[in-house]
C-alpha cells in the first residue's frame, strides 16, 4: 500500500483527482470504477474544476459505480444514480451510454448482480478503482462477515451502515434495508485502487486497514493483498498509524 499524507479534506480531494486525471490522460477511455457518499465530493468538484479549464476530457470514459440502494428508481434524489449525475455526471462531457450503475428496481437480485457482472467484463475490467471507508470498514456494501463476498451480489444492510445513512433520509424508516454491491473480488480485479479516507471518527478504522489482520470482519483488510493500492487521507484520519 502506498499512502499519501494530505492536510485536509480539500487537499486529500485535490491529489485524489491528480491521480484519476492522469489515469484519463494516459487512457482516454479509461474504465474508472466510481463510488458515493460525501467523501469524493470534493474529488468530484476538483475533476469538474479541471474539465471546465479544459484539462482533462471524459467524452471516452466508461464508469461502473460499486453500488445502488435496492427499491430506488435512479430519479430518486437518494439513489446513487442520481448522487452520480448532480455532483459529477451532468459537469463533464461524459456519454451517459457509457455510465453504468446498478439497477435499483430490479427485483430478480441473481438477474442484476449476473447483469452487472457481465457489464464490468465486457469493458475488460476496471482500470481504477475509487473507494470510500466505511465506520465498521465496508468498501461499497461489503458488510463485515464471516467470509468476504465475491462478485456483485445483494446484501442486507448493518443497522450501522443504516444509521450512517440516515441522515440522507427524512426518517430512518426510509433508508433502504438492501443494496446491490460490486463484490470484493469485483474490486479486487481493479488494476488500480485509489481509497479516500477523511476525519478523526476513521482513524481507528483506517488503522485496522492498513496494520490489522486481514479479516473479512474489517472488509477493507483485503486491500493489502492488492499490488497497487494507493491510500490518500487526511492527517485526522491517519492520526492513530504509525
Not at 164 to 188: C, H, K, L, Q, W
Amino acid at each position: 500500500m502506498k499512502i499519501i499524507k494530505a492536510k485536509d479534506y480539500q487537499d486529500m480531494s485535490r491529489k485524489a483527482a491528480n491521480i484519476i486525471s492522469a489515469q484519463v490522460i494516459i487512457k482516454a477511455d479509461s474504465v474508472l470504477g466510481l463510488a458515493t457518499g460525501s467523501t469524493p465530493i470534493g474529488t468530484y468538484k476538483q475533476l469538474i474544476d479541471w474539465y471546465n479549464k479544459g484539462d482533462i476530457d471524459f467524452s471516452q470514459v466508461r464508469t461502473v459505480n460499486l453500488d445502488e440502494y435496492k427499491g430506488l428508481a435512479q430519479d430518486n434524489p437518494q439513489s446513487y444514480y442520481y448522487f452520480m449525475y448532480e455532483n459529477f455526471f451532468k459537469h463533464i462531457n461524459i456519454d451517459l451510454q457509457n455510465v453504468n450503475i446498478p439497477n435499483g428496481l430490479e427485483d430478480d437480485s441473481i438477474k442484476e448482480c449476473r447483469r452487472y457482472e457481465d457489464i464490468i467484463s465486457s469493458l475488460g475490467g476496471i482500470d481504477l478503482q475509487l473507494l470510500g471507508l466505511g465506520n465498521n470498514g465496508h468498501i461499497g456494501f461489503n458488510e463485515p462477515n464471516e467470509s468476504f463476498d465475491k462478485t456483485t451480489h445483494c446484501v442486507k444492510l448493518t443497522q450501522s451502515t443504516i444509521d450512517a445513512n440516515a441522515r440522507f433520509f427524512d426518517t430512518i424508516d426510509e433508508v433502504p434495508r438492501y443494496a446491490y454491491t460490486m463484490g470484493i473480488s469485483s474490486i479486487m480485479s481493479a488494476k488500480k485502487i485509489l481509497l479516500l479516507v477523511s476525519g478523526k471518527g476513521k482513524a481507528q478504522i483506517l488503522k485496522e486497514v492498513v496494520e490489522g489482520p486481514i479479516h473479512p470482519k474489517v472488509p477493507a483488510s483485503v486491500l493489502q493483498l492488492h499490488k497497487d493500492v494507493t491510500i490518500v487521507a487526511d492527517l485526522d484520519a491517519l492520526s492513530l498509524i504509525d
